[in-house]
């Protein structure tokens, strides 16, 4: 004899059953898909409906267990763990262990950013537990000064107005908890550059400052001047400039330092440069040169074209002595001649460490002892007071120092003697007939 009170139940179920179009947690699924969320059919065993793999059944819902993906945090198991919550800071948002919850036996379960320290999930450094129990970080969290930042962040700073917050400082971007250098923001090492914007950013460690720049085969459209040191862009890709070679972190390094087998492996791209060494030889410079930057310049004494060509590096004011019978790096005039009492240019001597011309030569723009003769002058006293036998001569504006009619230059003299040559009895023809020029007419 059946009750009311059955009749009624059975009419509730039909209506759910009829609702739902399914079955919920433990009943029968044979023909009927379950209908509470994250539930399944087993595919074999007894058919009732039950908590798919990485859900725990509370009550008659299915919460998601530590690990399993999450919207918010009643989602998750809360009851096996009143410590879970959604880490929806995470990508993708689990459910996790909240700072300061107990992390015994389950090491790996706390939320990002959190590491699990004597049984209990504590913030890493850079990050600040909020107001969920997440561990958020630093840069994007209120502040009162920049200490309150770069106290955990460093190349971060307080800003805004009003209330005021953690961002990463000019020439930095952020990248999760941290702040990345830039194309041309200083660095120390790769880790310290924004590789996430810029994949192909490296800590130029061979450039004069250390900057984070692109590496050499990286895209450099838009920004031909962010190339490593060494090299340029050239058809949107950064490629090593001649003297230079790719090294295995993508810098362009000189060729002066690299290996070489032979002395054209060196000198092909590298003027006056050697392969030596034993073993593994390597290119240097040739005797008498000396390596600045991807160069080898010439030493004082060394053959030169141009003051270009020679060191001015190591003595800067070194000069190429094209008044010389043979053109050398020297000493300037006026440079610093201490040690080096036989280097400075031709014409001049050192004295008192200093190179300075010598009677009958003066300094001339590019610091060389030019001859008196030849130069220029208003008066035959700008020429005769230091060389005798001279005069000023020429048209206005443009007159030099040459030698009185009789003698000719040789060297920084005048010396008596016709012009052309002349020796001997034609010699002294010339001197009488020069002297009653002078004396007589």
Do not use: H, W
């Amino acid at each position: 004899m059946y009750r009311k009170s059955d009749f009624f139940t059975i009419i509730v179920l039909v209506l759910v059953f009829e609702q739902t179009g399914g079955m919920a947690l433990g009943e029968d699924c044979t023909s009927t898909a379950c209908t509470t969320a994250n539930a399944v059919c087993p595919a074999t065993g007894t058919k009732t409906c039950t908590c798919a793999t990485g859900y725990t059944q509370q009550g008659t819902a299915c919460k998601a267990d530590l690990g399993t993906a999450c919207t918010t945090t009643a989602d998750c198991d809360t009851t096996t763990a009143a410590t879970d919550v959604c880490d929806v800071l995470a990508t993708p948002a689990v459910c996790k262990i909240k700072s300061t919850g107990d992390c015994t036996g389950k090491t790996d379960k706390c939320v990002s950013g959190a590491a699990c320290t004597t049984n209990a999930c504590a913030c890493y450094t850079k990050y600040k537990e909020n107001t969920d129990k997440l561990c958020a970080t630093v840069l994007g969290s209120t502040c009162t000064i920049t200490a309150d930042c770069t106290s955990t962040v460093a190349n971060s700073d307080c800003t805004g107005t009003g209330t005021k917050t953690c961002t990463c400082a000019t020439g930095y971007t952020k990248q999760g908890a941290e702040c990345k250098a830039d194309l041309g923001t200083a660095c120390t090492t790769t880790a310290d550059c924004d590789t996430t914007t810029t994949t192909t950013a490296v800590c130029d460690v061979l450039a004069t400052t250390k900057v984070c720049k692109i590496k050499s085969t990286g895209d450099c459209t838009g920004k031909t001047d962010k190339c490593v040191s060494g090299a340029a862009c050239t058809t949107n890709a950064c490629a090593c400039s001649t003297k230079y070679k790719e090294n295995t972190d993508k810098l362009c390094v000189t060729v002066l330092g690299s290996t070489c087998t032979i002395t054209a492996d060196c000198t092909s791209t590298v003027a006056n440069s050697d392969c030596t060494g034993t073993g593994t030889k390597t290119c240097t410079c040739a005797t008498g040169y000396t390596k600045q930057g991807a160069e080898c310049k010439a030493d004082l004494g060394t053959a030169c074209t141009t003051t270009a060509d020679c060191d001015t590096t190591t003595t800067t004011t070194a000069v190429c002595d094209v008044l010389a019978t043979t053109k050398v790096c020297k000493i300037k005039s006026t440079g610093d001649c201490t040690g080096k009492t036989d280097k400075c240019v031709s014409g001049a001597a050192c004295k008192t460490n200093a190179c300075a011309c010598s009677t009958k030569y003066k300094e001339n723009t590019d610091k060389l002892c030019a001859t008196v003769l030849g130069s220029t002058c208003t008066a035959t006293a700008d020429c005769n007071s230091t060389v005798a036998n001279s005069t000023c001569t020429g048209t206005s504006g443009s007159m030099t120092c040459t030698c009185d009619a009789g003698f000719t230059k040789q060297g920084a003299d005048c010396s008596a003697g016709a012009a052309g040559g002349a020796t001997g009895a034609a010699a002294c023809l010339v001197m009488i007939m020069a002297c009653i020029f002078t004396n007589i007419l």
